[in-house]
């Protein structure tokens, strides 16, 4: 995993995931999505350690690599980086 990819803290909970709330964001459709950083250490077929899971309404997308800043990203960056999952 690159230095700047994945989780950035070690604050992994025994869900799969980090302890940290999710961050809401409404995209330029005006559909309210949300998203965590999860671990994925132990799913098989993982691409990764850890992704981000994007929960819109009717869509769920997973991105493999993402800053480790994910969180500071506005909605318009976090609406872009979704869609390259």
């Known amino acids: 995993m690159a230095k700047d990819e994945g989780p950035k803290d070690a604050a992994w909970s025994a869900a799969g995931g980090t302890n940290a709330p999710p961050v809401i964001f409404v995209d330029g459709r005006g559909e309210r999505w949300s998203v965590i950083e999860r ?3 132990n799913e098989p077929g993982a691409r990764a350690d850890c992704c981000l899971v994007f929960s819109g309404e009717n ?4 991105v493999w690599k993402y800053s ?4 500071s990203l506005s909605p318009e960056e976090l609406e872009a980086l979704s869609a390259r999952g």
């Open 59 to 62: 869509t769920i997308r997973r």
């Open 39 to 41: 671990d994925t250490r």
């Open 68 to 71: 480790a800043q994910w969180r």
